[in-house]
């Protein structure tokens, strides 16, 4: 906008650009994507100037990891690879990863011991949740007295958190009530979230992609200025132009290229959130006010959700995030692929082919939204590769077979090299009963973190190199 304020600049030495530099206006700032002429500095401030003279090394890109959560187990006959090490084959539901199969790795054999009843009886979905990304056993209870675990993302943003503007990023595709009891005696608490600070605070989720735009590219001193762009449907971009120019003009052809792709996803997403905000304004969901800015479909939630992290991860914001498609025994229909019934309701198919047939479709749906978001990832340059390559993607669900409510060979999908240090493209079929949380240290490890144990961990996952 021309009446903003030009901001100060922080200089970086070299003529190079801090890795956390941002980009500031009137009541925003805004990260950057990675640069070549970004050097391994790090500040909190704007750019003075861009690229000039380079230093000899630039700045390694730093790991991102993401956990994604999808309720209700799958058809797993559907959805096992057969075959197993890098000639195996995709299965029904896994053939839309095809595009995208030399980016990730299928793991069979994982086990969430903790999600089973372990003598607690009734209440699979809400400890598939739970125990997901803690590996802990949730006390059974639908008060106060909430007890699980700290999360494997909270376990890392404890540790590594300080280094991006955002410790981490929770978000998700379904609301649902944050207290009382919604499963066999379990807390809502256990459905809702993924993400634990501790054994007994949870990490809440926004689901609203407007609230996550903000929370990403707002600043929180400037409520007013934020209030007056949505008023004046003005992009964050104009806020942030004379920067944006300054830095433009200074850079080399091929920055210059990457700031400008970078600035048109933003806007797309910003058009995007505003279409949402303007179907669901008038559109009161069942039982309680609507949201926002959410789409009217799934998919389209989905996938502005998964752009959300891309941006995240693109610009540095954070490191760090979870994401649950949809709540522990979630029972949404999905009139995106003609599913009227819930989906928890489908999974106890009791072997009804009509009814494992819309299951195998709803499973299909997911492996078709990760995959789009995968490629989107991989056709995001960074450094001498893709963001991809910088990333740990780990996409699964906390129950196998939905019908059977069995907590070992978790479906589980874990996309990216994570710096060149993981090789993809295998279905890897691990030892029965191996620890998912043998898998958590090792990503803990990649991170950087000091971890000597995790959940119910027995050591770092073998198979991984």
């Known amino acids: 906008m021309n009446n903003a304020p030009r901001p100060h600049f922080v200089t970086g030495r070299a003529g190079g650009i801090p890795r956390r530099a941002l ?10 994507p990675y640069l070549e002429a970004m050097t391994g500095l790090t500040a909190t401030g704007s750019v003075a100037r861009a690229a000039g003279a380079l ?34 084959t995709l299965s029904p539901t896994l053939e839309p990863l095809a595009p995208v199969r030399r980016h990730l790795n299928i793991l069979t054999g994982l086990t969430l011991d903790k999600a089973r009843a372990n003598g607690d009886g009734p209440g699979d979905h809400a400890r598939s949740s739970a125990t997901f990304l803690t590996g802990c056993q949730a006390r059974k ?6 007890n699980v675990g700290i999360s494997v993302d909270q376990f890392a943003a404890r ?46 989720k926004m689901v609203d992609p407007a609230a996550v735009f903000e929370r990403l590219f707002g600043d929180a001193a400037g409520a007013s200025a934020r209030r007056d762009r949505i008023r004046r449907r003005a992009s964050i971009l104009d806020y942030v132009r004379d920067d944006a120019d300054t830095l433009g003009k200074r850079l080399g052809k091929a920055d210059q290229r990457k700031l400008d792709e970078f600035q048109t996803s933003v806007r797309e997403i910003e058009r995007r959130v505003q279409i949402a905000m303007d179907q669901s ?21 989905i996938d502005l959700m998964y752009d959300m992290m891309l941006l995240a991860f693109q610009t540095d914001t954070t490191r760090i995030a979870t994401c649950m498609l949809g709540t522990g025994g979630s029972n949404r229909s999905m009139p995106d692929i003609d599913i009227r019934e819930g989906h928890h309701e489908l999974s106890h198919h ?23 978001f995968l490629q989107r990832l991989a056709d995001t340059p960074e450094g001498h590769g893709s963001l991809l390559d910088n990333c740990l993607i780990l996409h699964g669900s906390g129950i196998s077979d ?11 999908l874990l996309a990216g090299r994570a710096g060149n240090t993981i090789d993809t493209g295998s279905h890897i079929a691990l030892e029965p009963e191996t620890p998912m949380c043998n898998l958590y240290m090792s990503i803990l490890q990649r991170m950087g973190c000091d971890v000597a144990t995790f959940g119910d961990a027995t050591g770092p996952l073998p198979g991984l190199t």
């Open 23 to 32: 980009l500031r206006g009137l009541g925003v700032s805004m990260a950057l």
């Open 55 to 88: 230093l000899a090394e630039p700045a390694k890109a730093p790991l991102r990891v993401a956990f994604i959560f999808t309720p209700n187990g799958v058809h797993y006959p559907a959805w096992l690879p057969t075959g197993e090490g890098p000639n195996y």
């Open 141 to 146: 209870t639908s008060g106060n007295d909430i």
């Open 159 to 204: 540790q590594v958190g300080h280094l991006t503007r955002l410790p981490s990023l929770e978000i998700g595709c379904e609301h649902t009530r944050p207290a009382g009891n919604c499963d066999s005696g379990y807390s809502c608490a256990y459905t809702s979230n993924i993400s634990w600070a501790d054994e007994d605070t949870p990490v809440p």
């Open 281 to 301: 304004a008038d559109e009161p969901l069942p039982d309680r006010p609507a949201p926002a800015g959410i789409p009217r479909k799934l998919g389209d939630h």
């Open 350 to 372: 009791q072997n009804n082919q009509d009814m494992i047939d819309k299951i195998r479709r709803i499973d299909r749906f997911y492996a078709e939204r990760f995959a789009a």
């Open 402 to 412: 939905g019908n059977t409510h069995n907590h070992e060979n978790l479906p589980i």
